[in-house]
Structures are given as structure tokens and as C-alpha cells.
């Protein structure tokens, strides 16, 4: 039997026919054609979402390595004890979205879990490419860990998580605090990740169900790597899929749908950490795509993961 959508995802689909009918058709290489649909669709998803009442935000910023400043947004729950920190990344392909469109998807983590969050936004490329992202990244788990006595935030309890390019970034940043001997992390928490510069080929099995495509992400890749795209010299810290020795890497939740082009690299990743001792949880939801609990948040398979995930959270 061939993949078809799960009846409750394909249902709360149905629901943005017009919007995703109308957006327009972006070629490769169209980034700003990408970043206009992204930021109208996702005004779309959260627009009918309460946010919680007792989840509070505030701002800081610090210097990048490569001038210019960061933003770090730090959300926390109304009586938070001390104990563990979650440094989130968020996802858009490296070239979209901003920390203040992922405010609803944080606030319901940090609602759930009771354990605060810092967002980093991080520069996009094309305009800020490889190494410029990552090392943003970095910047804002040093800050963490060095403003971790004032958050009430125990520093052997920071761990990072991210979704699609940020799930990508979050996996290479545990790489780079490894390598560099940084910050220790907790936990990888990597949803949809996007880990690999060679995910450019469309598999004809998922050709119907792709919400984020090979011909987007070619053009992500591209605005990070330039020409270096698919060359052997990518490093690890761009395209984690990349690392030879996964040894010493924090332990791994990954989460990604069966219907989704990161479904493959996410598997093998999975397999190199899980060959180096690295502990790692690995879920492929059957019947959904990329992204899918942001489309739909009821559905049974999304009650599945965001408990999964909330769980994950809790045991850092």
C-alpha cells in the first residue's frame, strides 16, 4: 500500500485550502516570494490560539560575534521554580520567520512544561550565510549559561530545541558546544530537523504530501552554503548530517512525520548517534508531513507528540 495522509490531518487541512491556494508559487533560488508566504501563513495557524495567561516574555540583547546584536526573547511561567532551561531555536529554512512569530508555539511549551524557554533570533541568510547562524546560536546558549544564576536556572540543565532548520541548528550546535568545549547540554530536541545539504531529489513517494519541498529546501541550503551545497567540505556545523563521530553528544529526542522529506536524514541520524552510545528517542508519525501539528494542533497523532515532547522537557 502506498502513504495517504492520516483522516484527522487531512481534515484539519482542508480547513487552509484557500490559503494555501493562494499563496504564490516561489521557483528556486526565490527567497522573497518564501518569506512572504511564510509570514502569511503563519499569521494564519496561530491566529484562532489563546496565548497563556501566566507565560510572561522579556527581551535582551547582546553582541554577535560578527557585529551587529542578537535578540533573545526569555519566556517563563508565573511561579517558576528553579531547575532546568530549554534554549529554543526556531525553524523558517535559515531565510524566514522571527522570534516573535513562534511567541504562541513557546508560551504553549512553556504553559505545559513549566520550564522557561530563551529564543534566539538568529540572522537569516542569504544575507548572514554560514557561519553567521550557527554562531548566533552559540552566542545566546553562552549567554544562558552565564546569566543562568539570575534565571534560576540550573546551568548542568540547559538544553536546546528546535524545529525544521531550527531542529537543524540545534543538532549542530550540540556538535559545536561539544567540540568547543562550551556549555554542556542536557538534551537535543530536534523536531523535523533539517540536517542534510543533499536533500535536493524529491522522492516520488512524497511528492503530494511535501508542505516544505526539495525545490525550498535547495534554495535554504543554498542561501546558507552558496556553491558548497552537496560538496564534500560541508561541515558538521552546518549540515549536521555531515558528522563522522557523534561520541560525547547530548542525548537525542527527534520527532519527524513519516510524510516528510526530513523523515530519511532524521532515521540516519538517529542510527549515528544511536552507533556512538548517544541515547537517543526517535518518533516517525504515521500519516502527517512537515510541520504537521502546527496545521493541526487537536489531531490524536499532535496530542501525542506535544505530550511526548512535554514529557522530554520535563526530565531535563
Avoid at 531542529?167 to 550540540?174: M, P
Avoid at 551545497?229 to 553528544?249: D, E, K
Wanted: aromatic share 10%.
Amino acid at each position: 500500500m502506498s502513504f495517504s495522509l492520516d483522516p484527522e490531518f487531512s481534515a484539519a487541512l482542508g480547513k487552509f485550502d484557500n490559503l494555501l491556494g493562494s499563496l504564490t508559487e516561489a521557483p528556486i533560488g526565490d527567497i522573497d516570494t518564501r518569506r512572504k508566504n511564510s509570514a502569511r501563513l503563519s499569521k494564519a495557524l496561530i491566529q484562532n490560539r489563546t496565548f497563556p495567561v501566566d507565560v510572561s516574555y522579556q527581551d535582551f540583547f547582546i553582541k554577535s560575534e560578527h557585529q551587529g546584536e542578537i535578540k533573545l526573547r526569555w519566556y517563563q511561567k508565573k511561579g517558576q521554580n528553579p531547575g532546568s532551561a530549554i534554549l529554543y531555536i526556531h525553524g523558517g529554512g535559515l531565510i524566514c520567520n522571527e522570534v516573535a512569530m513562534y511567541d504562541q508555539v513557546v508560551a504553549e511549551y512553556v504553559a505545559a512544561s513549566g520550564v522557561p524557554f530563551l529564543s534566539v533570533n538568529y540572522r537569516k541568510t542569504p544575507e548572514f550565510p554560514y557561519p553567521i547562524p550557527i554562531d548566533d546560536c552559540y552566542q545566546g546558549l553562552k549567554w544562558l549559561a552565564q546569566h543562568a544564576r539570575e534565571l534560576t536556572v540550573e546551568s548542568s540543565r540547559i538544553a536546546v530545541m528546535g524545529d525544521s532548520a531550527g531542529g537543524g541548528l540545534a543538532a549542530a550546535l550540540a556538535i559545536v558546544t561539544r567540540d568547543k568545549k562550551g556549555p554542556p547540554l542536557a538534551r537535543q530536541i530536534l523536531l523535523y530537523p533539517m540536517l542534510d545539504d543533499r536533500t535536493v531529489t524529491a522522492d516520488p513517494q512524497l511528492l503530494t504530501f511535501a508542505s516544505w519541498t526539495n525545490e525550498d529546501n535547495l534554495t535554504a541550503w543554498t542561501a546558507l552554503l552558496g556553491n558548497q551545497v552537496g560538496s564534500p567540505t560541508v561541515s558538521p556545523y552546518a549540515a549536521p548530517a555531515r558528522l563522522q563521530h557523534a561520541n560525547g553528544l547530548a542525548p537525542a529526542f527527534i520527532d519527524v512525520g513519516e510524510l516528510d522529506i526530513f523523515r530519511d536524514e532524521s532515521i540516519e541520524y538517529t542510527r549515528l548517534l544511536t552507533d556512538a552510545g548517544v541515547s537517543t528517542e526517535l518518533h516517525v508519525r504515521p500519516g502527517v508531513s512537515h510541520a504537521w501539528e502546527v496545521y493541526a494542533p487537536e489531531i490524536s497523532v499532535s496530542r501525542r507528540a506535544f505530550a511526548d515532547r512535554i514529557r522530554t522537557i520535563r526530565d531535563i
